[in-house]
């Protein structure tokens, strides 16, 4: 291995872009075996969860992707019964997208699921201080493309 090629693989943006697609990677994995739910329709589940009655602009932002990535997400979720578009009676060119009775159950049990799901992948992991650190590069990103844009 290169001396170039081992500065990479030891560097701290590699090892942070490693361990988020493990994480994703294994979420995906539980999700879809226990809960029918990939682990992209369940972020979307998730924000509407959180935020109530919302756009598909406001779900794109959230989930910084683009919003075809999240039309054919909002639709394949309704054509499972999980959610609800509605005309915005604000906007007459927007929907309101919501869960329905079927769509909350599913994310409360997915996420309280994934939350008690222990597969071993953050063994020995201080919990607090990743956050912590995390908390600042979130930050520190959220500074310098708000900078940027």
Do not use: I, K, N, W
């Given at each position: 291995m290169t001396d170039a090629l081992t500065s990479i693989l030891n560097s701290t943006a590699f090892k942070l872009h490693q361990a988020t697609l493990l994480v994703d990677r294994s979420a995906d994995a539980y999700l879809r075996r226990e809960h029918d739910l990939g682990y992209a329709h369940f972020l979307v589940l998730l924000i509407v969860r959180v935020a109530g009655p919302t756009s598909q602009r406001a779900i794109a932002a959230s989930l910084d992707v683009s919003r075809a990535s999240i039309t054919q997400r909002?639709?394949?979720?309704?054509?499972d019964g999980l959610l609800v578009v509605?005309?915005?009676?604000?906007?007459?060119?927007?929907?309101?997208?919501d869960l329905t009775p079927v769509g909350r159950d599913r994310i409360d049990r997915a996420w309280r699921g994934l939350d008690a799901h222990d597969d071993?992948?953050?063994d020995g992991v201080d919990d607090t201080a990743l956050a912590g650190q995390l908390d600042i590069i979130i930050a520190n990103g959220r500074r310098l493309l708000g900078a940027s844009s």
């Open positions: 909002v639709t394949a979720l309704s054509r509605t005309p915005d009676p604000d906007d007459s060119r927007a929907h309101l997208v071993g992948l953050d």
